[in-house]
């Protein structure tokens, strides 16, 4: 088997002896893909595949190629064209590549040695198990849509023209579903069911199906109800949404390019006292976690917001040099198929110590959101945040029945500043990097309903 | 790509094991993209991305296995990978294939080669000159190019042989507006399966420069009001309501499953009769036309609703053969060789209506008109939908009056279309900026003309919720 680091290596020093800096990443993926439908498997896919990246840096001008073709005609024309590519750049003399640095052994958790040898039997009985717990949960739930298991084997070799030279395995494992709901009068709810892990024994199968079809049973029948400013509680889910945007909010690159609501206002108090956000690229067992970043400078653990004081901002090596300050180790990076680019690795929000229940129990009349739908609602830039929600409605510290079709509207600042109380429960979901929030209740909420 | 011979080969390996069918999609993809970003040039980026995928059918069982590498021993190792399923003797034969030919043709007028890499980066400079002239609110500007050229080839056990080589040209500028902390601002694009001939039929500068004084104009935008109320949504990238919140509902998985509200409805009214609805892969140059889809199978036009009867579902290879219907629609669709096709929109639009836009706007007492927004989500099941108001005005007394920030409208998919009471004569399709995920991305065009929807719930922060 070719040694795919000495690869990258080689690469490098081919691309920098013509006087420029040069960067290569090598991916390799093991995927694995199941997806079952009313006990039988429908789609069953098992593939390897890999590729190239080349970064070329000359005199301040990037330039980028990728390939899945790595013999050497295919090596040799994809190094070619990064360093082609690099004179059309606009020259700025900040962009370089990180100098090396000492790579921690720690062991992130992120490794999954019994992954390769888990038959592919296994996989399919636990997403049949799944399936089962989505349906067995009530009557009412139909179906269990999207019944999906996946997991990737992935390593990744870097090495650049700096000396840094290095690599990692993680795995990835994770299973979903969409639980359907019909209730009498025929009409259906949906909701999701999720777990990921980077261990293959993590996954839960009953509960992640229990999740989607408790949660779309107990939608059947909502209406909405009057519009009204008022409490909401957010579902873990739906909070892993508006911090997708905060995250997006905190880069540094967001700073420098104008482009946040938080802009110009550091060191100042952004939101309540319960507020403390976390980026961690060093979380053991996170999704994200690895132990150098998507340009080879080491992860850390950076709190951005410290209970509610706006502290620091994600910064990648640019970032870095442009405001004068160390990278966080926030270059990410999609496979070789793209250039690293300032993002966050695992973000999340600081448990509280009160439980769900709790939190719900001290509603006097509001809206526990369970599902929520937006597409560019949550804005980073503008700090808007409106969505349309589905839930349960609280009184008197009781759940008493189902809101459907209503918004729920307020402003990320509005947001940060009305957290009054945050959960115990804090959890970790694979979509928009790896993002994490515990149950949230959130006061002066606008619910739009009918009226 | 590869030979017939070898096709041939591989597909009689597929079969080893019991299979019924077996399939071989090839593919050869080579990008090019640029981004300016803070008036630089930032990103340069060239793509080579080349692979294959057998796809084996065993009944309603369907396994897959792809490679990055086209030489015969690893054609041979996927096919036994995804043969590895069955446990039968061959019972099927691969009939000899023959190359199908399509009517339709997309030609490209001019190659991407007619322009040099840095004049195509040259074009980004000036529209972030164009942009940054209109006015000292505009803070910030991203213009991007993307020129992609998706060459694919499928081989199937059943003869068939197809080739459609696609090829897309793209650009999307986004420009950010600011006055006293508050932020405005606008992202678009236009593209579609075209060459260079693209930036001959528009122009970008004037674009980005529309887009910059729109931004500026929304920093007056006051909180959106919430509550029930009407609300027009304006032509071409409006379509995106129906794509969203009916058309995914017309997808024939959600409904051989029976989890879209759509399921059993052929024949019946779903929509006011004024609506006519439309899916159509065969439109010259836009974003979602095809020769042949990822199925093999012929790009066609289907009435999905005429005069607001049910007429059609949108239908995949894998779908069609779960309920024994025997011609698909060309709608299977696959983001790349690595995935498998499932049944997906192309071109989907309302079609012309009879009332003149203008008029739709003056019968609005009070409501408010969407005239941009940053795409949608709906729910396959319910049929809620949510979009976000990017550009959004009020009307009052049939007039356009102040902008409103944060417009959010709720609805529900199979209620507003049987509700919309107004289709106006300006069917357009958008600009060609549509990006579907459906688990995969897809490019997709949608469209309509000015529709009036008498009530639908609008969310917002007014004036009385502070913060």
Known sequence: MTNYLELAQDVVKRAAASGVQAEAIITQDSETQIKVSKGEVEQLSQSSSRGLGVRVIDGGKTGYAYTSDLSEAGVESTWRTALELAAVATPDALRGLPEPHPISSEDLEIWDESLPNIPTSDKIELIKEVERGALDYDPRVILAEFCVYGDNINHVYLANSRGFAGQYGRTVTFAEVMGIARGEDGEMTNAFGLGASNFFRDLNAREIGREAGEKAVSLLGGKPVETQVGTVVLDYFVGAQILAALAQALSAESWQKKRSFLLDRMGQQVGSDMVTLMDNGRLKRGLASAPFDGEGVPTAATRLVDEGVLQNLTYDSYAAAKAGVQSTGNAARAGHRSLPGLGPSNFYMQPGNVSREEIIAGVEKGLYVISVMQTGGIDPVTGDCSMGANGLWIENGKIVGPVGGVTVATTLDGFLNNITQVGNDLRMVPFFGSIGVPTLRVDNVTIGGSK | ?467
Not at chain 2, 31 to 54: I, K, N, T, Y
Not at chain 2, 77 to 86: E, K, Q
Not at chain 2, 108 to 126: D, I, N, Y
Not at chain 2, 140 to 167: I, P
């Open chain 2, 1 to 467: 790509m590869i030979e017939k011979a070898l096709a041939q080969k591989v597909l009689h390996e597929a079969l080893r094991t019991g299979a019924d069918l077996a399939e071989i999609y090839v593919e050869d993809v080579v990008s090019l993209q640029l981004r300016l970003d803070d008036s630089r040039l930032e990103q340069a980026v060239r793509g080579a991305d080349r692979g294959a995928g057998v796809r084996v059918f065993f009944g309603n069982l369907v396994t897959y296995a792809f490679t990055d590498q086209l030489d015969e021993a690893s054609l041979m190792n996927a096919a036994r990978a995804a043969a590895s399923a069955g446990n039968q003797s061959s019972k099927t034969q691969v009939i000899d294939l023959t190359e199908r030919k399509s009517p339709l043709h997309y030609p490209v007028e001019k190659p991407f080669e007619s322009m040099s890499v840095a004049e195509k980066a040259g074009l980004l400079g000036r529209m972030d000159e164009a942009a940054r002239a209109v006015g000292p609110q505009i803070v910030q500007v991203t213009a991007g190019y993307l020129e992609l050229r998706r060459h694919m080839w499928l081989f199937n056990s059943e003869g068939v042989q197809v080739e459609d080589d696609r090829h897309f040209t793209e650009m999307r500028g986004g420009v950010v507006a600011r006055r006293n902390g508050t932020l405005q601002r606008i992202n678009e694009g236009f593209g579609g399966r075209v060459g260079l001939e693209l930036l001959e039929r528009n122009d970008a500068i004037e674009k980005i420069g529309s887009m910059a004084g729109r931004a500026i104009k929304m920093l007056d935008a006051k909180p959106c009001p919430a509550g029930d109320m009407t609300v027009v949504m304006c032509n071409g990238w409006g379509g995106v309501l129906f794509h969203e919140a009916c058309g995914h509902q017309m997808e024939a998985d959600f409904i051989t499953k029976g989890s879209s509200a759509y399921t059993g409805k052929i024949g019946q009214q779903v929509a006011n009769p004024i609506i006519t609805a439309i899916d159509d892969g065969t439109i010259p140059g836009r974003r979602g036309s095809l020769r042949f889809d990822d199925d093999g199978t012929p790009a066609q036009r289907t009435v999905l609703i005429e005069k607001g009867i049910l007429k059609e579902y949108m239908w995949d290879l894998v779908e069609c053969r779960r309920v024994g219907r025997t011609q698909s629609t060309g709608n299977g669709r696959r983001e790349s060789y690595r995935h498998m096709p499932m049944p997906r929109m192309t071109n989907t639009f309302i079609d012309q209506g009879g009332h003149d836009p203008q008029e739709i706007i003056e019968s609005v007492e009070k409501g408010i008109y969407i005239a941009g927004m940053a795409g949608g989500q709906a729910d396959i099941s319910k049929g809620d939908y949510v979009f976000n108001a990017t550009e959004a005005y009020l009307i009052e007394k049939g007039k356009l009056t102040t902008p409103l920030r944060g417009a959010t409208v709720f609805g529900n998919g199979p209620k507003t279309l049987l509700e919309i009471d107004m289709v106006g004569n300006d069917l357009a399709l958008d600009p060609g900026q549509g990006m579907c995920g459906k688990g995969q991305a897809a490019r997709v065009s949608v469209g309509q003309p000015t529709i009036r929807i008498p009530r639908a719930t609008v969310g917002g922060t007014d004036d009385s919720a502070g913060s």
